[in-house]
């Protein structure tokens, strides 16, 4: 029995995250839920304040159809995936569960998101993460992505040591669904953040639709044309190019950069660990 911790960036209290544990209880899962106790969408990685001074807030709480235990913590979910890695809730999970999302995460945004940003973050632990969304779900389609995500959830553990994964599914019934495919990250998400209006004193920001088209074969291509889109993803990538190697002198007239084409890496002691 796989112990997973459940966790997501819009709330312990969402249905998302409800319909999650439950599915993944159903195939045999050993779940713990810990969310944030408020919205913490936006919050990619991030771990918020650390102090030795100042306590995390912890509540318990329960899901409906979910008999596993269910807490509200005062910190975002990357924090939730590194207290519960440590020991915090008992066991520590072998697999984190991020989602469901209310939304996609797509494209480049995916560096901001608070669900994908938990799996990055069980990935840094060395533990494997699966990250959730799910394209404005209406009442009833949370069990599409629920489903799928729990069935991913499996053939994850077949997979090797910290993979972080990302699965976009539409907002449809399980039976509208064409498929599920590998996906590139497109260029941009189906949202962007822009300012819509300031002055001295304020900043007003929205998440405004685009009409980018997106590439047939990338994250938001498929989703649109139907299908389940899944990526795998790594943090924390070196980009290594020319003659260029760890230790040597630095050139400022040699910086590596991945949009002239040299080399991404993923560091030397993920490799060594794995």
Not at 34 to 51: E, K, M, N, Q, Y
Not at 71 to 83: K, Q, R, S
Not at 130 to 143: N, R, Y
Not at 178 to 186: D, F, H, M, N, Q
């Amino acid at each position: 029995m796989t112990r997973v911790l459940v966790t997501n960036d819009d709330g312990v209290s969402s249905p998302g995250v409800a319909a999650l544990a439950r599915a993944l209880a159903m195939v045999g899962h050993d779940v713990v839920v810990v969310a944030p106790d408020h919205d913490a969408s936006g919050t990619g990685a991030s771990l918020g304040r650390i102090a030795s001074d100042t306590a995390i807030a912890v509540t318990p709480s329960s899901i409906a159809g979910f008999s596993g235990e269910v807490f509200g913590l005062a910190g975002p979910p990357a924090m939730c995936v590194v207290v519960a890695a440590n020991g915090a809730f008992g066991k520590p999970p072998e697999l984190v569960v991020s989602g469901i999302n209310a939304g996609l995460n797509t494209g480049r945004s995916t560096l901001h998101s608070g669900t994908v940003g938990a799996a990055l973050a069980a990935q840094n632990f060395g533990l494997r993460g699966l990250a959730v969304s799910q394209d404005q779900p209406a009442e009833g389609h949370w069990q599409t992505a629920a489903v799928i995500a729990a069935e991913i959830s499996v053939a994850i553990m077949d997979a090797p040591s910290r993979v972080a994964v990302s699965l976009n599914v539409p907002g449809v019934s399980a039976h509208q669904v064409r498929g599920t495919r590998w996906a590139a990250l497109a260029e941009f998400g189906s949202v962007r953040t822009q300012v819509v209006d300031f002055s001295d004193n304020e900043i007003h920001v929205d998440m405004l639709r685009t009409d980018y088209e997106p590439p047939p074969d990338s994250d938001l291509g498929l989703v649109r044309s139907g299908y389940v889109a899944v990526t795998s993803m790594h943090a924390g990538v070196e980009v290594w190019g020319g003659n260029v190697r760890p230790g040597d002198d630095f050139d400022p007239e040699v910086i590596p950069g991945a949009s002239r084409g040299d080399v991404l890496s993923v560091p030397r002691h993920v490799l060594a660990n794995s």
